[in-house]
T-cell receptor
Framework: GQNIDQPTEMTATEGAIVQINCTYQTSGFNGLFWYQQHAGEAPTFLSY????GLEEKGRFSSFLSRSKGYSYLLLKELQMKDSASYLC?????????FGAGTTVTVRA | DTGVSQNPRHKITKRGQNVTFRCDPI?????LYWYRQTLGQGPEFLTYFQNEAQLEKSRLLSDRFSAERPKGSFSTLEIQRTEQGDSAMYLCASSFENQPQHFGDGTRLSIL
């Protein structure tokens, strides 16, 4: 089975940094993916990790530790438009198994 | 890059009716996936195509659900004899091999 946990909600101030943690227990692992989803819209791919370590893409970075079953997404220099749900997903073969998502609210 | 296209965006129907959704993937992508998402949850895997071959169906997909990808390009998802519990957002995604999956805007199904 798949078990993917992430916090339900987080609030941060514009310009600040927020770290969204994700822990997983899955029967297989081919990579960990982060998606952003605004209400009523499609999930948009942000970042992914296959090997341990940090992947940086502009204001977004993602970290993976396979031995700990742990990942985080780091959002820097928060902007109001970053208010959205952030989904952690584990790929097993070709299938993505998603967590329930973390709703991030950015306040002025 | 036109992205993954899904239609209709919204579908309202009475319980017991049949509905069909369409997905047009990114043209160079050989893999196509269907997911279902309900409020407050992440997407759940339904089924997967490699080119025109349907390689897996989730146990979530009852016999009332059928998906096709006849020429390895667009795909359709049909739900027969819809039930209240079928109300959800149906998302299509595509990828080239195991590269990141790109999602369409989904079809929101409401069963009256």
């Amino acid at each position: 089975g798949q078990n993917i946990d992430q916090p339900t909600e987080m609030t941060a101030t514009e310009g600040a940094i927020v770290q969204i943690n994700c822990t997983y227990q899955t029967s297989g692992f081919n990579g960990l993916f982060w998606y952003q989803q605004h209400a009523g819209e499609a999930p948009t791919f942000l970042s992914y990790n296959v090997l341990d370590g940090l992947e940086e893409k502009g204001r977004f970075s993602s970290f993976l530790s396979r031995s700990k079953g742990y990942s985080y997404l780091l959002l820097k220099e928060l902007q109001m438009k970053d208010s959205a749900s952030y989904l952690c997903a584990v790929m097993n073969d070709y299938k993505l198994s998603f967590g329930a998502g973390t709703t991030v609210t950015v306040r002025a | 890059d036109t992205g993954v296209s899904q239609n209709p965006r919204h579908k309202i129907t009475k319980r017991g009716q049949n509905v069909t959704f369409r997905c047009d993937p990114i043209s160079e992508h050989n893999r196509l996936y269907w997911y279902r998402q309900t409020l407050g949850q992440g997407p759940e895997f339904l089924t997967y195509f490699q080119n025109e071959a349907q390689l897996e169906k989730s146990r979530l997909l009852s016999d009332r659900f059928s998906a096709e990808r006849p020429k390895g390009s667009f795909s359709t998802l049909e739900i027969q004899r819809t039930e209240q519990g079928d109300s959800a957002m149906y998302l299509c995604a595509s990828s080239f091999e195991n590269q990141p999956q790109h999602f369409g805007d989904g079809t929101r199904l409401s069963i009256l």
